[in-house]
């Protein structure tokens, strides 16, 4: 899932499992002062800052985990995670019977609601699931469904079999198919109010664009002061309502994180999901900062379309993006930016996945500790391998031009204090051998929308896993995925991989029932996507956050979801 704060990284020793995938809570072992900051003592309402306005609050569209975090507290689906990070039925009465060759999946439902009283169904997953794949409704998490198997009139192979039962036909075993289940799209919508603000078909979104929508979830939205606050109320048709202690959620929506950081020191926020990249070794050592486990991968990215690659051929862009990933110094980011013993990524897939055969999954594609200044001659061969003009200036810089022109590289990101200061790295980093980068900073709604159409060169990026699975970090570059933005496959530019080969193989993947022959397949379509260099990895994610000592029961999951419905909050 999109990441939109800057999220900082567990030292190496980290390892994590799918037996026990919970987010473990890490305090620091800085030795800095623990100064305690002022509490708010209105017991009654959690007060919180994720980030600035959302992009979409409906399940089947939202693609950033800000908005995740918000949709598991609003809406719940048949499976959900526990405080230790295990899956545990929401809806569904047990966990999902499957049958002997593990393609068909039988649920048995609890009688739930929705916010507005009306009895919540197998029929209203039935509905949300297919409108998610509906061609209308145009999500860019469609292809999630590709597991299921499909009928003759293109519909999902779901059959409500009576109100509570629900019975799902996959093409093939999935070994994360129960974590599919408690993942946003796979939350079910009201069908009567989204089919009544939509009635021709054209805004499948309007229906939840304004507060007081009917959800499921443990709150609903009561109040939106747009790129102001949300205020989020409790649910009492939530299944789960009488272990629900907090009355409200209200939200500060702000990407300024040292505006969030003051409020949250002067007691006007109870938690905050980022900190200011300056302040780091001050709150290190303290009690309210929290460093937590998570399965992520920040990246940058190249459209492979863009007019910077026009007169090239394929294998010269390659060779083009190569250089620049070689250029990058990524243990200087981690050390000035991260400052916390996070890891440099030397591959996409990040460190502590499962390759569904029950072992790790690792890969490495160069030495993520020796990039930057000297990894310098090795960028210089690539970039004339590229077509570029090198002229060493003899005091270890390099002036390079293409077609006797300076290299002018535009890189898009959103507002957030440790995306410029990584930008401002790799703008130094560039400089090295005369290549220029401009840093433009866009608001996160329009920078979403940006990337998704192929409207940059060069963009900041990260991804969350959705799913502890190699595929969910490898589908995301198929040409029919929403999530494409380095426009793979989607772009007619000669200087373009082909990637026919690549979205054949992520169907492979898909139905392969043998779980070693399946691993081989997720290293080959890695293989095939470092091998273009569109995507550059930076650093593994981890995640961290401050939440104040007279608030417990906040508990996050390595997918970087956070829930606050289960939160206690005492007056001091």
Not at 135 to 163: H, Q
């Amino acid at each position: 899932m999109k990441k939109k704060v800057l999220s900082l990284l567990l030292a190496a020793t980290m390892v994590f499992s799918l037996a026990a995938c919970g987010s473990s809570s890490k305090k620091s072992s800085s030795d800095s002062e623990n100064v305690a900051t002022a509490v708010n003592t209105d017991t009654s309402t959690l007060y919180v800052n994720l980030a600035s306005e959302p992009d979409y609050l409906d399940p089947a569209l939202n693609t950033s985990v800000d908005g995740a975090c918000l949709a598991v507290n609003s809406f719940v689906g048949l499976l959900t995670y526990d405080e230790s990070g295990e899956l545990t039925p929401a809806l569904a009465e047990s966990m999902p019977e499957v049958s002997e060759d593990e393609t068909t999946y039988t649920v048995h439902m609890i009688e739930s609601k929705w916010s507005d009283g009306t009895e919540l169904t197998a029929n209203d997953f039935v509905y949300s699931w297919n409108r998610a794949i509906a061609e209308e409704t145009a999500s860019d998490y469609a292809y999630l469904f590709d597991v299921v198997a499909r009928n003759e009139d293109g519909t999902l192979a779901v059959t409500a079999d009576d109100d509570y039962t629900l019975t799902i036909h996959l093409n093939a075993p999935c070994p994360y198919f129960n974590q599919l289940l408690a993942f946003p799209i796979f939350m079910p919508v009201p069908q009567a109010a989204v089919e009544a603000a939509n009635p021709d078909g054209t805004t499948p979104g309007a229906w939840c664009q304004e507060a007081g929508f009917v959800s499921n979830g443990a709150f609903t939205l009561s109040e939106w002061k747009h790129n102001e606050s949300m205020t989020y109320v409790k649910n009492d048709n939530f299944y789960n309502a009488d272990k629900v202690e907090l009355e409200k959620l209200n939200y500060m929506l702000s990407a300024d994180n040292t505006a969030t950081y003051a409020a949250y020191n002067s007691g006007d926020l109870d938690f905050i999901d980022d900190v200011p990249t300056d302040e780091i070794p001050s709150v290190s050592g303290n009690d309210e900062f929290n460093v937590v486990d998570q399965l992520g991968t920040y990246y940058v990215a190249f459209n492979v379309g863009s007019d910077l690659f026009d007169g090239m051929t394929s294998d010269q862009a390659s060779a083009f993006r190569e250089a620049i990933s070689l250029l990058i110094d990524r243990d200087y980011i981690v050390e000035t930016v991260g400052q916390t013993g996070q890891v440099a990524a030397d591959s996409f897939i990040p460190e502590g996945m499962e390759d569904g055969n029950g072992e790790a999954y690792e890969s490495s594609y160069y030495d993520a500790d020796a990039t930057g200044a000297e990894s310098t001659e090795d960028a210089v061969k690539l970039l004339e391998k590229a077509g570029c003009e090198v002229e060493d200036n003899g005091n270890g810089t390099y002036t390079t031009t293409l077609n006797g022109e300076t290299i002018s590289i535009p890189y898009i990101l959103n507002e957030n204090d440790g995306h410029k200061k990584i930008a401002q790295c790799i703008q130094q980093d560039l400089a090295a051998v005369g290549i220029e980068m401009t840093i433009e900073v866009e608001d996160w709604n329009v920078f979403l929308e940006e990337r998704k159409d192929g409207n940059f060169t060069f963009a900041r990026e990260g991804w969350v896993a959705d799913y502890d699975d190699p595929v969910n970090m490898l589908e995301i570059f198929s040409s029919a995925s929403g999530n494409d933005d380095p426009q793979l496959g989607k772009t007619d530019s000669a200087a373009a991989p082909e990637w026919t080969a690549y979205d054949e193989l992520i169907q492979q993947i898909y139905a392969e029932t043998d779980s070693a022959k399946r691993a081989e397949l997720l290293h080959q379509a890695e293989d095939m996507l470092m091998d273009t260099y569109a995507v550059i990895p930076i650093y593994f994610y981890n995640d961290i956050y401050m939440q104040k000592s007279n608030v417990t029961g906040v508990y996050a999951t390595v997918f970087g979801n956070k829930y606050f419905m289960y939160a206690h909050k005492t007056a001091e």
